[in-house]
């Protein structure tokens, strides 16, 4: 693991693009933006939910055990689990011997344009020692390092404060699958399940350690701490570097048809107001 501190899953898609009106009618409009022009690739499927996340060209597994995880593939995902002494999870910097990003092409994540990232999990069992501290959690930083951590227990979602105590936090049923989206822009994080927003607030700065929280455009998903545990199916992860311009349509049309019609059935709303916007 790339830090001295403490601190999966099934997906099949409900959906399908030949039975959603609403999919039926992204997909038309991403048509008309295809033949209209594209200049920017901004979504990159860093874990498609086959096989496990390390085998993939964007993340890497870490831990700081030889023992006391297991990472094993499931259906449309991955089942990573953990015990209090060990932290171990997929990030997209090699730990060692120094911190380096595992692809040199991971973009920029630039706050004033905004950014996400698409994560489906579901939370099989977790238990901490510390109500500071989460066996599973998701780390989002921009390219300045300025970002957000939020812990997941089994019945809450919280943000960790820059002095890593227990912060704002929504009640939630994480046993449950769902897909979220971890949005940063500019000053402010928003969390979502679909539509809904779950939880929101200002961003961080994490001062100490410095390792991995100093680290810019770094991305974390899994256990970090030696004070609590967890069992998590992790399931397919999206970025989406650039929040003011539309996926590049090749790279879309690149993902697998389970990914994309994910993909779509998680946020075919704002898909269909960035593609009218460009359009218009």
Do not use: C
């Not at 030949?18 to 990159?44: C, E, M, N, R, V």
């Not at 092409?105 to 344009?113: D, K, M, Y």
């Not at 961003?203 to 100490?208: K, M």
């Amino acid at each position: 693991m790339t830090t001295n501190r403490r601190h999966s899953h099934r997906m099949t898609p409900k959906l399908t693009a030949s039975k959603s009106p609403l999919i039926q009618f992204a997909l038309l409009l991403l048509g008309l933006f295809i033949s209209s022009g594209s200049t920017h690739a901004d979504l990159i499927t860093l874990y498609d939910g086959n096989a496990l996340p390390g085998d993939q060209p964007w993340l890497v597994f870490a831990a700081d055990t030889l023992s006391g995880w297991s990472q094993t593939p499931a259906a449309g995902g991955t089942q990573l689990t953990t015990n209090n002494a060990t932290r171990a999870g997929y990030s997209n910097y090699l730990p060692l011997p120094i911190p380096s990003l595992k692809n040199n092409q991971f973009p920029t994540l630039n706050r004033s344009n905004g950014f996400a990232l698409t994560f489906s999990s579901k939370i099989l069992s977790e238990s901490h020692q510390s109500t500071n501290r989460a066996g599973y959690s998701v780390i989002l930083l921009g390219h300045d390092a300025k970002g957000i951590e939020l812990g997941f227990w089994s019945n809450e979602i919280w943000a960790q404060n820059s002095d890593f105590t227990h912060a704002e936090s929504i009640s939630i049923d994480t046993t449950v699958e769902r897909n979220y989206q971890l949005q940063i822009i500019d000053e402010q994080y928003k969390l979502l399940d679909g539509q809904n927003t779950l939880l929101s607030g200002t961003l961080r700065n994490y001062p100490t350690p410095a390792i991995p929280y100093s680290l810019p455009n770094y991305v974390f998903l899994g256990d970090n701490t030696t004070s609590a545990a967890a069992s998590v199916l992790q399931g397919p992860i999206f970025l989406q570097s650039n929040l003011s311009s539309v996926p590049e349509p090749s790279t879309l049309l690149l993902l697998s048809p389970t990914a994309l019609a994910w993909y779509l059935r998680r946020s075919p709303y704002a898909l269909l107001r960035s593609i009218t916007k460009r359009i218009t």
